[in-house]
Structures are given as structure tokens and as C-alpha cells.
């Protein structure tokens, strides 16, 4: 064997999982020259909820904060997540959308696209990963790992012999709630290891605990690349820490090569980030214990950020373990979804409905898209009389959804007009139409701060 590859999570999957995905751009730029020398199989720094995030929260234009990380870090392949047809958004977009979205990251600086879909259906890959191709970019096919009576390791080989065929350039095992365990992990990877012949990457969380022994037992067995986080901002909902593992396997067959003292470096700076981030109450004490409960409730990392911030906006913190009670339960009726974006939000959000205002009497739009089918097949069997609760005699899609979707580009660029300066800004605007519209006003207003109020749309609808 050799070495052990390593992805650091810190820039972006990090301080998603942990802090509700608020680091700034500007506290990245100061230490990209450092952890640009330290030699990383990537650093993901891009897509999951960044994108929204920078809309929403931090008042930053996701497309400028990629092509400055880009020129900050010449020497490291950028990674980015993909959501399949759902591109960063928590619907389905046409395939126009998903073509000009995957080109313009690549050529604003993305290498490696994480594509993965929430439901594992293969057709919601075959775009992206089709686009992804065309454009010259590296993919990495994702596995969305969970465990329930329909997935097993034959489930997960089968599938990734599947997108190998596609046209993976690497397989992702996507272990977003940190479900896969030790032995597990040794066992799968050895299992693809065998019988794929492409280069097999592990994603997992700290969550229960196990994410330490997970990453080793999988370095035993043969992965190619690991994801891990400075410690900073690793462990609990986080990736495992990034030096624990390298100092563990100096001086062995699995050596990283990294040099611990720049990750010790790196590491003290992101410590006061994340000082900010706690201080600021965007870092919940809950996201960094040890919670071995979620090897039963199923709940990934970035999902338990969110509930927190949930509950807490309803004065219901106190009803936490009653809705992680209730999130395997509201998932075995919608037929075993892996519990990762979009649908660890759709499952959770009709959770926490469910215990605020009893089972099942509100329905979010979201809970009836999944059920309807506008999300894709779902793995398990449906609880119909739930579904029926949900959409009436409304019949369930059974074709590829995006086959459905007219194609949008035109039609949003139409729509946003002047605002949008360039296809990223139509782009930004295809998949967050409201929060895309408020940040180009606000960005007209800062631009203009003397321009007569009137004539701000905004103003003008207040």
C-alpha cells in the first residue's frame, strides 16, 4: 500500500458541520499560502451550503469568493459538493441550469466536483457527471452511506460499479452521519477496493465518536483519500481532526507525508475563527460532544447544526431528543431516505413539525415533493397511508424528475434583468431567487450610497 491521501474539509465542510457554515472569506485568505504548502490531495472549499450561506448570512458573492480561494491556492486542487440535479439548492433544476452551473465552476476554478444524490438515484447523477466530463473536470461519484433494511455492502458495491460505468473518476464513500463503523468501513473498502478499479475516497463525521477509528481501520484496508478537518474546527459533527491521523501513521506504509508542524500552525490560526464562531453563538456546545445516540437517530453533522438553530428560533430546545426520537420514524414512512442534503432537511423540518404539532397534521411542500417522487425513487417502501395524508391521489413521478423540468436560463435571466452582470449572477439567481435578488440590490445600494432611495426596488415594495 501507500500513501494515505488527505482532503481537508476546513474551508468549507468544516464550519458547516460545526457553525452553520459562517466563516468569511476574508478570514480564509490570510493562511491559504500556508495550507497551500502542505501538500493536500485537495482542500474542499466550495458548494454543500456554502453557497447559500454567502447569499444569505455574509453578504459575499459565492462565485468571487471561489476565483479569490483559486488564486490564493495555486498549488491545490479545489474540491466542491454537488447535489447532483439539485446542483446547491434543495430542488431539482433543468439540465440547462445543472450544464452552466458545473461549467462555470470549473472555469472559476473548481478541479474536483463531490456529486452525489440524496436518494442514491443513479438518474439524478447522469447530468452532472455527464457535464462535469465535458468540461474537464474531475469527478468524484459519491455514495450517499446510511444504514437501514435496504442499504447493505452489496447495495453500496453495486452502486459504485454503477457510477463507475458513468464515469466516476473516484468514489466517494459519503458517511455523512458518521454511521460507518469501524470493521464496517475496513470491510466496504476492502470490498471496492477489489472489485473497483478507480480510487476510493472516505468522507465521515466525528459525531459518535467512531470517526477516528473509522478513517484508520479504512487506511488499513486500502483507501486512497481520507477526509479530515485541522482540529480547530474537526471532531464531533465535524470530520475527524486532520493531525491526530497524520501524526498516528508517520513512519508507516500509509504515511501521509504531511508536515505536522504546518497543520499545527494552521490549526492555531483557525482556533480564533472558531473563538468567533462560539462567541458569536454560531457554535453550539452540542456540535462538539461525543453523542452516541446518533448511531440510532441517523442525524448527519451539518443536520444537527440546524436543528439546534431550529428549535432554538421556536423556543423549543427543550424538545431536542424528542425530535431526534422522531427522525427514524418520520424516515422509515418516507421509505429510508439517507438522511444528507436536501432530505436530512425534509425529514428533520417534518420531525420537528411532528412534535410541535403532532404527527403528520402539517405537511411541508418539501415532505410532499419526496413522497410525490419529484425528488426521485425512493429506496425503501413508503408508508402509503402517510403519502396519502400528504398528496392526495396526486400520482407519483416514476420517470427521471429533471425529465419534467423546461429548460430555466433564459427564463431567469429574463427575469433578474439588469441585476445580474454576468451568467453566475443568472445562476445564483436560478437557484436562490429571492436571497439572489435582495444581495444584488444590496450590492447596487452599496455601489450607490447616495442614489435616491425610491429607486431601489425594494424600497419601492415595502
Given amino acids: 500500500m501507500s500513501k494515505l491521501f488527505i482532503t481537508d474539509t476546513i474551508l468549507r465542510d468544516a464550519h458547516q458541520s460545526q457553525a452553520a457554515t459562517r466563516m468569511r472569506i476574508e478570514e480564509m485568505l490570510p493562511i491559504c499560502e500556508l495550507l497551500d504548502s502542505i501538500g493536500y490531495w485537495s482542500l474542499e472549499c466550495w458548494g454543500g451550503a456554502t453557497f447559500d450561506s454567502c447569499l444569505r448570512f455574509l453578504n459575499e458573492d459565492p462565485w468571487e469568493r471561489l476565483r479569490l480561494l483559486r ?4 498549488n491545490t486542487k479545489l474540491q466542491m459538493l454537488f447535489r447532483g440535479q439539485n446542483i446547491l439548492g434543495y430542488k431539482h433544476y433543468a439540465d440547462d441550469i445543472v450544464e452552466k452551473f458545473v461549467a462555470k465552476s470549473i472555469d ?3 478541479d474536483i466536483i463531490r456529486i452525489f444524490d440524496a436518494l442514491n438515484d443513479v438518474r439524478n447523477l447522469e447530468a452532472s457527471i455527464r457535464f462535469a466530463k ?10 450517499s452511506y446510511t444504514v437501514s433494511p435496504v442499504h447493505n455492502e452489496d ?19 459519503k458517511d455523512m452521519a458518521n454511521l460507518l463503523l469501524p470493521y464496517d468501513a475496513y470491510s466496504l473498502v476492502k470490498r471496492l477496493k477489489s472489485e473497483v478499479k478507480v480510487p476510493i475516497h472516505l468522507h465521515t463525521h466525528n459525531t459518535a465518536g467512531t470517526g477516528d477509528m473509522t478513517l484508520l481501520m479504512a487506511a488499513q484496508a486500502g483507501v486512497d483519500i481520507v477526509d479530515t478537518a485541522l482540529s480547530a474546527l474537526g471532531n464531533g459533527t465535524s470530520q475527524p481532526a486532520t493531525e491526530p491521523l497524520v501524526a498516528s501513521l508517520k513512519g508507516t506504509e500509509r504515511d501521509t507525508g504531511l508536515d505536522i508542524e504546518k497543520l499545527a500552525a494552521a490549526s492555531k490560526y483557525f482556533a480564533k475563527i472558531s473563538a468567533r464562531l462560539r462567541d458569536e453563538g454560531f457554535l453550539s456546545e452540542k456540535s462538539l460532544k461525543v453523542d452516541t445516540n446518533i448511531l440510532m437517530y441517523q442525524v448527519p453533522g451539518g443536520m444537527l447544526s440546524n436543528l439546534v438553530s431550529q428549535l432554538r428560533q421556536a423556543n423549543a430546545e427543550d424538545k431536542y431528543y424528542e425530535v431526534l426520537e422522531e427522525i427514524p420514524r418520520v424516515r422509515k414512512d418516507f421509505g429510508y431516505p439517507p438522511l444528507v442534503t ?9 420531525a420537528v413539525f411532528n412534535v410541535l404539532m ?19 425513487k425512493l429506496p425503501g417502501e413508503v408508508n402509503e397511508s402517510v403519502r396519502r395524508q400528504a398528496i392526495g391521489d396526486k400520482k407519483v413521478v416514476t420517470c427521471r424528475p429533471a425529465d419534467l423540468l423546461e429548460p430555466e436560463f433564459e427564463r431567469c435571466a ?10 453566475e449572477d443568472v445562476l445564483s439567481y436560478a437557484l436562490f431567487p429571492q436571497v439572489a435578488t435582495k444581495f444584488f440590490e444590496n450590492r447596487i445600494k452599496a455601489e450607490n450610497p447616495d442614489r435616491p432611495r425610491e429607486l431601489f426596488v425594494d424600497d419601492l415594495t415595502m
Avoid: H, W
Fill in 155 to 173: 447495495y453500496f458495491v453495486k452502486l459504485a460499479k454503477q457510477l463507475v460505468q458513468m464515469g466516476a473518476d473516484t468514489i466517494c464513500i
Fill in 71 to 74: 488564486k490564493a491556492l495555486p
Fill in 342 to 350: 436536501p432530505t436530512s432537511q425534509i425529514v428533520g423540518t417534518q
Fill in 134 to 143: 465535458k468540461y474537464g473536470g474531475q469527478v468524484e461519484a459519491a455514495l
Fill in 358 to 376: 403532532g404527527r403528520y397534521k402539517t405537511f411541508p411542500k418539501e415532505s410532499k415533493a419526496v413522497l410525490a417522487g419529484e425528488y426521485g
Fill in 108 to 110: 472559476n476554478g473548481i
Fill in 414 to 423: 429574463v427575469e433578474i434583468g439588469e441585476l445580474a452582470r454576468c451568467d
